[in-house]
């Protein structure tokens, strides 16, 4: 079974300046899309980011980038230029690629949790 | 604007009495699902639904109905409330077979006393 480890339950960054959540999992899948959804206060579940394991670029949305490491079977989040909005709980998810076979391959596993605050 | 609905978004409700969050989305997609949220132990998938008449059970069914009559619709039915379906609920919702992307609502706050 897949699993997901987020392994530092909060942090706290100044603003503007540079942040790095770790997320590690495990699964013999070898393909497979790995995601980070934002939480705010407000309790709306927000994609980040996403990764196609399958691709060996790491993905990048703006102030938003990854460290995808397949074989450490790492997928960190960078979070630059920190900003007063980004505070919210940042989970990292794995969905199994959805062309695997029939069964239930869109159901998503997901991390406990980084609480990020950022500080002004 | 494309987007996923629940109602209602908080819920204060007493043991045994039925009730059904709903879910709707106007994005045409095929798949839907339901997860609750707790502390300690994060998303667990409860039901998830394929296409219309088509649901299956995830994780942590007990205590919980589906039904999929519409594509646009995907109720949850709690017939029997009891204080451990105390969570925050989330419906999500993705185009197709080969869509990885999941939409979600906006979630539902349920205590149960």
């Known amino acids: 079974a897949q699993t997901v480890t987020q392994s530092q339950p909060e942090m706290s960054v100044q603003e503007a300046e540079t942040v790095t959540l770790s997320c590690t999992y495990d699964t013999s899948e070898n393909n497979y899309y790995l995601f980070w959804y934002k939480q705010p206060p407000s309790r709306q579940m927000i994609l980040v980011i996403r990764?196609?394991?399958?691709k060996q670029q790491n993905a990048t949305e703006n102030r938003f980038s990854v460290n995808f490491q397949k074989a450490a079977k790492s997928f960190s989040l960078k979070i630059s230029d920190s900003q007063l909005g980004d505070t919210a709980m940042y989970f990292c998810a794995f969905m199994r690629s959805p062309t695997v076979n029939a069964g239930n391959n869109r159901k998503l596993i997901w991390g406990l949790g980084t609480s990020l605050g950022v500080n002004p | 604007e494309a987007q996923v609905t629940q109602n209602p978004r908080y819920l204060i409700t007493v043991t045994g009495k039925k009730l059904t969050v709903t879910c709707s989305q106007n994005?045409?997609?095929?798949?839907m699902s339901w997860y609750r949220q707790d502390p300690g132990l994060g998303l667990r998938q409860i039901y998830y639904s394929m296409n219309v008449e088509v649901t299956d059970k995830g994780d942590v069914p007990e205590g919980y109905k589906v039904s999929r009559k519409e594509k646009r619709n995907f109720p949850l039915i709690l017939e029997s409330p009891s204080p451990n379906q105390t969570s925050l609920y989330f419906c999500?919702?993705?185009?197709?077979?080969?869509?990885?992307?999941?939409?979600f609502g906006p979630g539902t706050r349920l205590t149960v006393t």
């Open positions: 990764q196609e394991a399958y």
């Open positions: 994005m045409n997609h095929e798949y």
């Open positions: 999500a919702s993705s185009l197709g077979v080969t869509s990885y992307e999941q939409y």
